[in-house]
Structure formats: C-alpha cells, structure tokens
C-alpha cells in the first residue's frame, strides 16, 4: 500500500507540473566563444565559415574585445583558395568591425595603396569626401590617417587593415611593408594591418630587419572538408544525400590534380545537370549509384581535359555535352588556334617545333642551301622508325634554335634583346618549356609543347607550309617564301 500511495503522488505532482522539458540535445552551441560579441552572430559566423573554425577562434583571440589594443600587425599565408580572404572578410563583416579591405594588385603602386585606405578610411568614419584624396609620401599618409580617425566612432574600436596578395609590397619602397608593419606606432592610434599572402614569412622579411608580426597558417582544404564545403550547395529540388553523393565522386575524379575549391565549385555546378539526366528521365532513382556513375563518368574525364583553363564558357559546355561532342570541336587555350603572337614568336616558335621534332642530322638537308649530295641510306635505327610525334619533342640547345630561326627568316635577324626577351615569354605562355638547370655552363636547353595543328595555323599566318617526310617521319617545310628555293628543292 505505502508503495502505490507513492506513485499516486509521484503520479499527481507530475501532472500538476506540466511544464515543457528542454531536451539540450537539440540546442546547437557555437563552438566560436567570445564575451564580446553575441552567441547568435558567432553561431551565424561558425555556419559561413564551415572547416576555419580554429583559424576563426585564433582571430578572435587577437582580435580581443573591440575597444582593446591588438596586435599590431598579422601576418597569414597559405596556398591558393584555402580561405584566407573570405574568412577575413566574412570575419570582419558579420562582427561589423570597422575594417578597410585592399587589393594590393589593384593598388600596384604606393601611392595608389595609401590613396585607396585613405578613400576607404573616409566611408568608415561617415565622413563626405569633398575633394580626392592625393597622398604621395608615407608622411603624409601618417598625418591624413590621423586626421581620418578622429570621429568617436573610430577612436573607441580597433580599425583593421586588410592587404589581400600582400607579396605585391616587395615591389614597392623598400619603406612601405616596415611602416604598415609599425603603423600602430607610428600613428598612435588602435589599429591592426592584416597582410594576407600566398609565400611565407622569410620571403618578406628585409636584410636591415623589421618588426616581426604575428604568423598564422591556413592549411589547405583536405578532401573531407572539400566534401562537407562543396555539399552545403546542394540544389533545393534534391536531398542533400544525393548531392553529397554526386560531390564524393566528383572529388574522386578531381581530388588528384585539383584541389582548388573554386574551380572544384565551378565544376560541380557544371556537371550535376548531366549527373541528374538519369532521375530526371525515369531511368534511375537517386539512390541508384553505379547507373548514375556510368553516365557522367566520360563527361567528367572531357572535363579533366579543360581543368583551370575556362576555355569555353559554361553554355558551350552545356550544348557540348547535349551534343555528344568532344572538347577539342571548340577550340580555345588548350587547342592554342587563336593564340596572338608577335612577328618573330611566331617564327620561334616555328623554329622550335623543327628543332624538337626532326633529328639533328636533317638540319643541313632541309635549312642548308647549297648543302652538296647527301648520301641516302635505308638505315635506321630501331626507334626512328616511330614517328616523331609518338615519341614526343625532344630538348635542343638555344643555338640551334637560333640556326633554324636565321635559315626560315627572309630577312637578317641580329640576335638581340628582343629575340631572346620573345623566347622567354614563349617559356611563360607555356609554349615552350626549359629543360634542366638554369646555371647550365652549355646554355639553357628547351622543348616545344604545341600540336602539329597548333604549328600548322602559325605556319600559315607567315605563309609557310609543314610537311612530313615518309622516309624518316621528320618535319620540313614544304614551300615557303622565305627559304632558299635550293633548300626546298633539295628535300622535295
């Protein structure tokens, strides 16, 4: 009896307190804290920066509350696309921290950079800018910053001054980068200059020595954070299983030889329509993986063949896949047909192509004028019976390169700074590439890289026509205007 007596009361007190119990496993706490600043804007700033989370809190530890002296100057680096100016910006933005942002390849000078800060500057303080703003000295800049700073709003919170590609300030002054370094000093006032950049830290530092700031690293992305990153884009007409799905093999496919979340981006948005053909057609629910993988499998490795090069906008790729076509049918960067050369790059590079694609023992038969009787001889060796191009280019030194330049070219060419200036900018477009060291005692050595219809378009610009040789699988120009006609004959 004394046993029911209680569970009646138990019974009774429970329904007499009806009142909502909390269940705390639903609550999501922010795992950013800070007494400066609300939960819910931390919460809001942990979800934009998913994967930063330990960058973010970090920052908000140096950052210290808003009216406190940080640390003068911070310095973050890491690779491309691992978040450093989006974390900055979304930082400083959702906290609203009076903050001015810069570019400093925009602002490729000094006086352009102190100019845009001070521009920049004025729009935070709330101030009407009455006249531009011309700064040409950093004592000037001291002295407007100053002046820019003296509105209660500014006086009472940190400014911080974003550089974003920082390395662009070893161009400048020598000055410059140990001034923003100290600009808390020098102005007595509470700012912070954060320098964002791709190099580390030995890099920028002077042989006379600076101040040293405050170093932090952003690692890259790792494929699970790409996964979690790339998920939360997921279309609103699709769940989120079947998107994170299409991502996993996305990153499978690209993870090896891109790890670029904007471009990882940029491909996921334009292949998830082929990848939902199959849904969208009845031919496949969305949990049938391997049949939704049998079709975009060859569209994704069309696309592996145009990663970073944005060589045909997002509607031609489109009409390209609907059309069962192959990425070469449009051509752009990666076929190089509409390539602008100058005058004499387009001869190098001609040149080139001869010079990494023929033996050395044809040069005099095919650039020589009067080059005598060449005895012919159906010896060959085992690998000179392939063809040149399936064996691919093979180095040849720079004065070769400039021998077969002088016998293409009607005119003489002075081997000057400009020829050799030409060469290196073919080295950089990528359309030739350096073999080897550069402190090579024999001189630098080179190979070409374009196609033989990438060299027959050139040719034709400068009316000179390729062949190929039957007898050893060699190239020689077959007419042109200017050879020497007994050199044409000679090889025909």
């Not at 010079?355 to 005099?364: C, G, I, L, Q």
């Not at 040719?459 to 699988?473: E, G, M, Q």
């Amino acid at each position: 009896m004394r046993g029911a007596g209680e569970a009646a009361h138990t019974a009774a007190a429970a329904g007499a307190s009806e009142e909502p119990v909390t269940n705390y496993r639903t609550i999501k706490m922010p795992n950013l804290e800070h007494p400066a600043y609300p939960a819910d804007d931390l919460l809001h700033l942990e979800s934009l920066v998913p994967c930063r989370e330990s960058q973010v809190s970090t920052l908000l530890s140096i950052f210290g509350e808003r009216q406190q002296f940080s640390f003068p100057s911070i310095f973050i680096y890491g690779h491309t696309s691992s978040g450093k100016t989006y974390v900055m910006q979304t930082l400083l933005t959702t906290l609203q921290l009076p903050h001015v942002f810069v570019n400093c390849v925009e602002c490729f000078t000094s006086r352009l950079l102190l100019e845009e800060i001070l521009i920049q500057l004025q729009g935070c303080s709330g101030t009407e800018q009455t006249s531009p703003v011309r700064c040409d000295t950093l004592n000037d800049f001291v002295r407007l910053f100053k002046q820019a700073l003296a509105t209660q709003e500014l006086q009472d919170e940190t400014l911080y001054i974003v550089l974003d590609r920082a390395e662009q300030l070893r161009e400048m002054e020598a000055n410059i980068l140990p001034a923003f370094l100290r600009l808390q000093e020098l102005t007595d006032r509470n700012v912070t200059v954060v320098l964002l950049s791709e190099i580390v830290w030995e890099l920028f530092r002077p042989n006379t020595g600076c101040f040293e700031p405050f170093t932090m690293y952003f690692p890259d992305y790792s494929i699970g954070h790409l996964q979690k990153i790339l998920s939360q884009n997921h279309p609103p007409e699709y769940s989120a299983d079947f998107y994170a799905a299409y991502i996993n093999i996305l990153l499978g496919v690209f993870y090896m030889v891109c790890r670029d979340l904007k471009e990882l981006r940029h491909l996921a948005a334009l292949n998830f329509a082929k990848y939902c053909e199959p849904v969208a057609r009845g031919e496949a629910n969305e949990r049938d993986t391997r049949k939704l993988w049998k079709n975009i499998e060859p569209h994704l490795k069309k696309a592996m063949q145009t990663v970073y090069l944005r060589e045909i906008s997002s509607s031609q790729w489109e009409r390209l896949q609907q059309d069962g076509g192959e990425p070469g049918q449009l051509k752009g960067l990666s076929a190089h047909t509409h390539v602008e050369l100058p005058y004499y790059s387009k001869f190098l590079l001609i040149a080139a192509y001869l010079a990494s694609y023929n033996p050395v023992r044809t040069d005099k038969r095919f650039f020589l004028k009067h080059h005598g009787k060449i005895r012919k001889t159906n010896f060959m060796k085992k690998h000179e019976k392939t063809s040149n191009h399936l064996l691919g280019p093979k180095p040849f030194p720079l004065d070769r390169l400039l021998a077969i330049l002088y016998s293409i070219v009607d005119n003489r060419v002075a081997p000057t700074a400009n020829i050799f200036s030409q060469i290196t900018s073919l080295v950089t477009l990528q359309l030739l590439s350096m073999v080897g060291q550069n402190d090579q005692l024999d001189g630098p050595r080179y190979k070409c890289t374009v196609s033989l219809d990438f060299i027959r378009a050139i040719a034709r610009c400068v009316a000179i026509l390729l062949d190929s040789d039957p007898s050893d699988k060699s190239i020689f120009l077959a007419s042109s205007g200017f050879l020497p006609q007994g050199s044409v004959k000679g090889q025909q």
